[in-house]
Each structure stands twice: as C-alpha cells, then as structure tokens.
C-alpha cells in the first residue's frame, strides 16, 4: 500500500497578543533603519500602557544548549515587539518566573501519508505574536534538540530505482524465515522427494514474493514522480511495503490513481503468473512456485483493494468522498472509521473462516497449533489497520492546521549590533526597540549572525559591560536564512533542513524581517492543534 502523505506548552503569558505590528529591523545590505512606530490593532484589545521590557537574568542555563526543535506551530503578526532590556533586574523578593515546560515536538510519523491539506486560515495582517515573555525565559532556552528526519530504520538498503531508496526492514527477514517454514511444510506435502532442499525453494519463494511486493511499491512511486509528488523512500517490512510519499495529491482523481495502481499491478502480476503456469507441468518445482506466487499477488491486489484506511482501498474511498463532497477531511474521517471497522472484522472474522473450512483448508485440521497461529495472525493484522487507521486521522488532523503555520507571524523583531558591540548595550538596544533578538552585523550593515538566546541567560549580569555579541553568536548559514513568505509545509521544510534554535527572516528584497525561534514554532503548533477542527 501506499503511504503518502512542539510541545512545550506556552506560558500565560505567551498568550497575550501585542497590539502592534513590527517592521522590518534592518536591509541585509545596508545600514540599519528603524521600524515604524508601534500601531493598534482590530484584536478589540487596549494596547499596553508600557513599554514591554525583556528581562535577562542569571538562570541555571549552560551557555551551549541543543538546538531547539523545528515544531509546528501557528499564530498571527509581524515580529513580535518585545525587547532585551539592559540590566533591568526583579528585585530579590520576587519570586523567579518558571521556565515553559518541555514537550514533545509533533510527531510525522514515518510509513505514514503526509498528504496536506492547505487550508488557509488567520489573517498575518492582524498579528498574535509569541506574547509577552522576556527573552530570558522563553522556551527557547531550554529548547529541544531538533527533530531531524528518521532514517531508515535500521534497514538494509537495497538499491535506489527511479531515484527513491528501497530499503530492507529488519522484520522482514523474520517475515522470511516464516514464509520459508510454512512454504517448507506445504511443499513436503506436494513434493516429499525434495526432502530438505524445500526450504530452499520455500526461500526462494519468499524472495519472489517480495520483489512483487516491491514492484506493488514501485507503481505507488511511479505515479507519485508523475505527479511531481516527492517520494521519501520504500520500505520493505512484515506485512509488505510502504511507499513514503510526501505530499498530497491534488485532485481527487489522482489520489485515487495514486492508491489503484498499486492493486492493479499485483493483479497484473497475478495474471502473468496465471499464463506462466499453463506451459509447465503443475507437479513440479516450478509449477508450485508460479501457482503459489499466481495467488499471492491475487491476495496482495483483494486485501490492498478494501475499502478503509490505511489500505488502497481506503485511499480510494477517501478519494471518491473527496470528490463528493469537494472535503479532503471528510473522506479521510470516513475511510479512517471504515478501517477500523474492518480491523475488528479480521479480528474475529480471519479466524472463524479458517476454523470452518471456508478458506479452503479442512475444518477438522485446524485444532491445536494452527487455530492459535490464526488468531495471533488476525490479532497482528487488525492491530496494524487499526494502528493505521488512527494515524491516518491524527495526519489528516495535522495537515489542517499545517497552513496556520506562517514564518512572518511567528518572527520575533530584532535590531542590528555590530561584532564588538558589549552585551549591556546590546540589550538596551533592543529593549528601546522594542525587540526580543539580536542580529550581528558588519560595518556595511549585513547579517553575520545571531545572538543566541540560551548565550544571554548563561552571561552573569555584572559581566555583560565586557562581554561582545559576537562571543555570544552562531554564525549564520545558508539555511539559516528563510524568507518571511514561507508558510506551513514549506516553513517545515526549511526547519528541517538546517536544525537550528533560531534562523534570521528576511524578506525577498533581502532586508532583514526578524528572528524566528524554532521554540515559538513549536508551541504555536501546539495552541494550534489543541483548537477544535
């Protein structure tokens, strides 16, 4: 079949929006401008009385923290208008501010569609920015290492046809050694005189057998590159292969292209297999290995086509009520639920068939041993539907809130510091800006790094007169660099492809827009997904 297509919560102050939008802080190739000043918004909320200040104070932060997962997220506005401020300290009574709790980033699960929907929604006109927190205390000190892309798994790889890496997962060599041990047992019932050379043609039966499983996966991915779909990779695994295909299809029409061609070359297959046999002699090795590999792939293509998800069938379900009620959610919850109900099916309904013979075998053999291997294999295949199914649901759920992420919403405002710039006035700067980042920059006003946040915290108060910005940045890199028109999936991407704690937002004229905080994504995307669809 074919699959295509965080967390730390935000404090109560995170969810405050500030009633002005920010402008760009400074063009990447020249001196720096300042933005315009602060302006109400339509949020029906008063704007604050004072001036926000950041806050930087000595917490147990090392200087060198992990860089912050890439999450998801979402929220509204230009850069948010919060600012370093200079040594401006709570008196000692106070009671210190406690960090944002860790989460876990959203999770995109491999072998698992990663269709999305693009749904449009909030208004970057009228901002919510990441709120009212100092710069000492957001999440983004205590961040998360990135959440990189998995890799294979653990798994063999095996070649790279068509471009797309075909890998071997390990439960497949168990699932092989299971075919070669049932296949064994049969062929000593209809070819005793091969004695144990049977587990070798059982092995070479298993093989067989997965190369058709392969080129199942293979259609799934031809169709997917014709239709400029991004295909991760094909996985080999227990109950067949899974094809990773990144994005969504458009059309109705192609998704259920997309998931028939699958079937329908195990049914092709089925058939050459089928006209294969006619010439040879039916008790012989050959003749058993055709017919076996002849029923096989009619099984592959009758249980691929069932109507629920995460099967073929349930993507052409999801396809035709796509295209009925023009909803692309609507025909993932229906074919989710249909998926489930046919978990429970095989759950009971595999066993009792095989009990009473309707499968072809003789009722009153199957006692003992085999009548538990039935039920231990229906139990795995309804768990693994059913587990499918869910995740569908969960996917389909993500992918809605995906267009919600925009990097121009979620970046924090910055002002430009040149490299020996002390710290102490850096963040006066900024706290007279109104800003919550920090950028390097050189003589002619272009970016060469960022202040990194967890950097500030780990300075003592009384040292940051002695102390220059560029001890406290990372330099910048190409990927670093995102331009404020990203939004969802693409946002993601650029995250994903250089893990970072912060990247600097520029526009497409080159001038500097902000900075964005890979932790202000992340606990975005988590307001996001805790709202009803």
Do not use: C
Not at 477 to 482: F, Y
Request: hydrophobic content about 40%; aromatic content about 6%; glycine content about 12%.
């Amino acid at each position: 079949m074919d699959e295509s297509g965080g967390s730390g919560q935000p404090r109560s102050g995170n969810d405050e929006p500030t009633e002005r939008h920010a402008a760009p802080a400074t063009p990447a190739t020249g001196p720096a401008r300042p933005g315009p000043p602060p302006q109400g918004t339509d949020t029906g909320e008063a704007p604050p009385v004072d001036e926000p200040t950041m806050v930087v104070r000595k917490v147990d932060v090392p200087p060198e923290t992990p860089d912050a997962g890439a999450g998801h997220g979402s929220s509204g506005g230009g850069p948010s208008d919060q600012g370093p401020s200079e040594e401006k300290t709570t008196p000692e009574h106070a009671a210190p501010e406690p960090a944002a709790p860790e989460g876990k980033a959203g999770e995109q699960p491999a072998g698992t569609e990663q269709h999305r929907h693009e749904a449009h929604t909030g208004h970057p006109e009228h901002p919510q920015p990441a709120g009212d927190r100092t710069l000492a205390h957001s999440g983004l000190a205590k961040g998360r290492p990135p959440r990189r892309e998995r890799g294979p798994g653990g798994g063999l790889l095996m070649g790279r046809p068509f471009g797309v890496p075909v890998y071997v997962a390990p439960s497949w060599f168990l699932v092989a050694a299971l075919i070669t041990w049932v296949f064994g047992g049969q062929l000593d019932r209809v070819l005793p005189e091969l004695g144990a050379a049977r587990y070798l043609v059982s092995l070479f039966f298993a093989v067989a057998f997965y190369a058709s499983v392969l080129v199942h996966e293979l259609a799934h991915t031809v169709a997917a590159l014709r239709f400029k779909l991004p295909v991760r990779r094909i996985q080999l695994q227990f109950f067949g292969g899974v094809s990773e295909i990144e994005k969504e299809a458009e059309t109705p029409g192609r998704e259920f292209w997309l998931a028939f061609v699958g079937p329908l070359l195990s049914l092709a297959l089925s058939g050459l297999f089928y006209l294969a046999m006619q010439p040879v002699e039916p008790g012989t090795v050959p003749g058993v290995l055709l017919a076996g590999l002849m029923v096989s792939n009619l099984i592959v293509a009758a249980f691929n086509l069932l109507p629920g998800l995460p099967l073929d069938g349930g993507r052409m379900l999801r396809a035709v009520i796509w295209k009925i009620t023009g909803k692309p959610m609507s025909g993932t919850v229906a074919a989710a639920w249909v998926g489930r109900a046919l978990a429970v099916s095989v759950l009971i309904g595999l066993p009792l068939l095989t009990q009473s013979g309707a499968l072809g075998s003789n009722a009153e053999d199957n006692v003992g041993m085999d009548t538990v291997m039935d039920a231990l294999l229906a139990a795995i295949l309804a768990a693994i539907i059913w587990t499918g199914a869910g995740n569908s649901l969960r996917m389909a759920r993500l992918r809605e809130h995906l267009p919600e992420l925009r990097a121009r919403t979620l970046t924090r405002r910055a002002v430009p510091v040149e490299t020996d710039t002390p710290l102490s006035e850096a963040l006066r700067r900024a706290n007279a800006a109104g800003a919550r980042a920090l950028v390097v920059v050189d003589a002619d006003g272009h970016p060469l790094s960022l202040v990194r946040e967890a950097a500030i915290v780990g300075v003592p108060e009384h040292r940051r007169p002695w102390v220059a910005v560029s001890g406290l940045a990372q330099d910048l890199t190409d990927g670093m660099r995102v331009s404020a028109e990203l939004a969802g999936e693409d946002l993601l991407d650029a995250l994903r492809a250089t893990p970072a704690t912060e990247y600097l937002v520029v526009e497409d004229t080159g001038e500097i827009y902000g900075v964005l905080s890979a932790a202000d994504v992340e606990r975005a995307f988590v307001k996001a997904m805790a709202r009803p669809s």
